[in-house]
Structures are given as C-alpha cells and as structure tokens.
C-alpha cells in the first residue's frame, strides 16, 4: 500500500481524534505497522480501549482507499501530516494538534510569515460587514495573510475583503474539502482557489458539517495565525472558543469596539 492510502485509512476512523492517532504514532513509528496491530495490541496503546480498537478494525474503513486517493487526485486534494517539512510549525505547539489536514490551492501560504485571523458572527451587523471588509482589505494590503472559516457573515466578508485587494487567503473548513458549507459561500470557495489562497481542513472528504466539528477547526484558525482580530461576538459563540483557543495558545487578540470606528470603504459586489 501507498503511505497516502494509510493517512487516508486513519483518518476516515471514527473517534480516533489526534490525540490518540498521536498515541499511535508515537508507540509504533510507521504506519505500515499500525495497519497490522491486533486488537490486543492496540488496547495495550494509552487511550485506546476494547471500543476503539474494535472500531480501527472495523474492515469498511480499509476498503476504497484507491478510489479515495483518486477522487482526490482528480479535484486537487492533497494531504500534509505533522511529519512533512512545510506543516505549520505553529500547529505543532497547540492542543490537540492536528496530525492530519488536507488542503486545496496554495499550500506554500502555510510558509507565509505575517497569518491574521479574522472571526465574528454569522448574523452580523452592516457595520461589522464593512469593519471586516476594510480591515481585511488593508491588511492584505499590506501583504498580511487572512485566516478564516469561511462562514456565512463576518468570515465571509473578511475573505472578501482580502480577495478585493489581490491579497491571498486561507479558509479552514469544518467539514470535507468536497463539501461547501455553506453553499451561498460557492463562489467564494472558487475564488479562494483561483486568487492563489488555500483552503483547509482536518476532515476527510465526504465528511459533512456537524456542530462539534466546527469548534475543534477554531483552534487551526487560531494556531495558524500570529493573532486574530474580533469584529462582532455573540455572548454565546463560536467566536469566544476560538478566542479562548487564541488565549491558551499566547496570541494576540485584538478586538474591534463597536460602532466607533468610522468605515471609509466602498464595497462595489
């Protein structure tokens, strides 16, 4: 079997998060032995009980590894582990560091020296539309990398903002890299990718959006970038996790007061 086949079997397992894909690697050093381990073996591994091991067993995540590798060939996925030379140095040092991401576009943006991350809520105000356009477009003017998750609202707009300046973007994904969520954010997806951004994600093809996925993704926006800038927040949101995530990881955060800054872009759709 080809090493992208093994990365590609682990990662379709269900439940094995990185923390125990860590565990894993770390007590047998090539995935090839990780392929042949009984299940007594793989209950002796730290974190894995008679549940787990029964799941990485399981015969339906070891068939179709071909047609997976060529779904991906032929729509530009490629995958990068914690062991390739350009994996994030920054990813490395965080919790739950993930082992695994697959990317789409430019994965040489992972190299860029200056990544700011910009969130907010999905229902945002007009203001905070104009904020995270201008702020991402004179960010990108300054050849600063804007990080997002591509959700509907203030990610969106801090995407587009970047893109407006010719500037180059990256999207972390919630869900496979052949799913769009959600899907009025189409063309932005097309446009990442034709303006030389790169998007990104831990999950495998064919996984879809779910609301426990997207909190663990807030900590790849966060570990990428040097800092994140908070445009609107909900008392209660995805956004507070990711500044927590920020917080626990020493990163700047820079938050933007409301309606105080007077917004001199003109966004022409």
Not at 118 to 131: A, L, P, Q, T, W
Not at 196 to 214: A, C, D, Q, R
Not at 246 to 256: I, P
Request: glycine share 8%; net charge positive; aromatic share 10%.
């Amino acid at each position: 079997m080809k090493e992208q086949e093994y990365w590609i079997w682990l990662s379709r397992i269900e439940g094995l998060g990185p923390i125990k894909m860590k565990e894993l690697l770390e007590t047998y050093h090539t995935l090839e032995q990780i392929w042949k381990l009984t299940k007594e073996e793989l209950m002796k591994i730290k974190g894995i009980g008679e549940k787990m091991a029964s799941q990485v067993l399981k015969p339906q995540y070891r068939q179709n590894l071909k047609q997976y590798m060529d779904y991906m060939k032929q729509y530009g996925i490629g995958i990068i582990t914690i062991f390739d030379e350009d994996y994030p140095e920054s990813l490395k040092h965080i919790y739950d560091t993930p082992i695994i991401l697959f990317y789409k576009g430019n994965r040489e943006l992972l190299k860029h020296p200056d990544k700011i991350a910009m969130i907010g809520c999905r229902e945002c105000s007009n203001y905070g539309k104009e904020v995270s356009l201008q702020f991402a477009y004179e960010l990108a003017k300054k050849d600063v990398c804007i990080v997002s998750g591509m959700a509907k609202g203030i990610d969106a707009y801090s995407h587009m903002g970047c893109l407006k300046a010719g500037g180059k973007t990256i999207a972390v994904l919630g869900n496979g890299l052949d799913q769009i969520y959600p899907k009025e954010n189409t063309l932005l997806y097309q446009q990442i990718l034709q303006t030389g951004g790169l998007i990104l994600s831990e999950y495998i093809i064919g996984t879809k959006p779910t609301k426990l996925n997207f909190p663990a993704r807030n900590r790849i926006i966060s570990g990428l970038s040097k800092g994140i800038i908070v445009v609107e927040a909900k008392e209660k949101s995805g956004t507070l996790n990711t500044v927590d995530f920020a917080l626990d990881q020493g990163k700047d955060v820079f938050v933007v007061p409301r309606q105080y800054y007077k917004c001199k872009f003109v966004w022409n759709q």
